[in-house]
């Protein structure tokens, strides 16, 4: 083993592979070894690559994150980061179809259809009968039409639920609900393992002994039992079902209907939490999925583990007994609120620390309406400056956002103030700035963009 005593750099030297087998070791010519040089070689193909990806990214963005979320299938992070990454890109990524969707994610024209492998209970068996089956005797039909061709031996109730948990029945049988099919689902299978031991025992049904025709099959497949009516989940449930299968929701998420009016708060995405510098004030939109309350061994004060998500990912988040207190009635599992905090890092690794905490419906900010020369004018500017600053308040208090719409003939821009200028009463602030002969107003986080 070789002990590395000191570095330093030697220029442009050719160099020489001595072939030790684990990492890229060369020898100058002088004798001595140059640990883990990244020659030109590597350089080369490194950057030719670079350049491929990012040339089928801009030209084939659609069939480009079809081939990145089937490569990373298996990790229900990445999917669901690139996921986030489709949407923002302005590509559709469709549910689990039955009838359409294949082993891997599928680009259809300008969206994408999801995977049956990223299914979680689906294995590769059940695809396979199910691809095999469809590709023999045409599209499925209904529920019964599947349970009847595919072995259930391959495709089983547990696959059977997680399919149509995840919505891949819904465009098979538009006017059956996802709870009306899982009631359904045990009368279907014993009557098409029924319908099976008949033909096994050639004993089968009046069309199948005198050969049917397509308009026939259907009439027998409908034939199939059915339960009781039943409405369907209620919304909530229907999505923590979805992503109980798929680690992720793909139909609708709850923070979904929030994304644009979040951009004007400009919290941070989960998924990028690695980026930012120890210290770092944050903010984030999240759904509080776990809650796990501690009591600290040497005050014996309370404290909480979270787990949160955003549309790009999830991760933990420590609020200590200080922030507790202030927080402890918003620790609610499927809770939507607004988080602020800050970031620590240990081992390298960055730790969201909770401070502060909102449901996201009592989020408010202040709205101030400006024409062009108002917005350009720097006396205006300043006498603007010195109303929010009079109403700052208490430093540590002060959460309330400050975003300027400046309407030109075309559009309507959202210009957030930064942190230095939020406020701690918004009706406070809405008042002085009238008072000043600013246009002012205090508007909720879910109305903002549909108010303006």
Known sequence: MVKVISRKSLGVQPVYDIGVERDHNFVLSSGLVASNCFNKSHSTAYGYVTYQTAYLKANYPVEYMAALLTANSGDQDKVQKYISTCMAMGIPVAPPDVNRSGVD?????????????????????????????????????????????????????????????????DKLEPNQNRNQLIQDLELVMDWAQSRARDRASGQGNLFDLLGSSAQETVA?????????????????????????????????????????????????????????????????????TSVKLVTTKKTGDRMAIITMEDLTGKTEAVVFPKSYDRVSEQLIVDARVMIWGKIDRRDDQAQFIVEDMEPIESVRMVMVELEPKVASDIEQQHRLRTVLLDNRGDEHKAKISVVAIVSTPDKRHFVRFGPQFRVQDYQSAVNALVNAGFQARISSLTGAIAAS
């Open 105 to 169: 994610f599928t680009p259809l024209g300008e969206s994408i259809l999801f995977g049956l492998s990223a299914v979680r209970n689906v294995g590769l068996g059940a695809i396979e009968g199910l691809l095999t089956a469809r590709e023999a005797d045409g599209p499925f039909k209904s529920l019964g039409d599947v349970c009847s061709r595919v072995d259930s031996r391959a495709l089983n109730r547990r696959a059977l639920e997680a399919l149509i948990y995840c919505g891949a029945f």
């Open 220 to 288: 027998s497949f409908e034939a199939a039992p059915k339960a009781a009516a039943v409405p369907d989940f209620p919304p909530q449930e229907r999505l923590r079902l979805e992503k109980e299968i798929l680690g992720f929701y793909i139909s609708d998420h709850p923070l979904k209907s929030l994304r644009d009016s979040a951009r004007i708060l400009a919290p941070i995405n989960l998924s990028d939490l690695q980026e930012y510098a120890e210290g770092t004030s944050v903010s984030a939109i999240a759904m509080l």
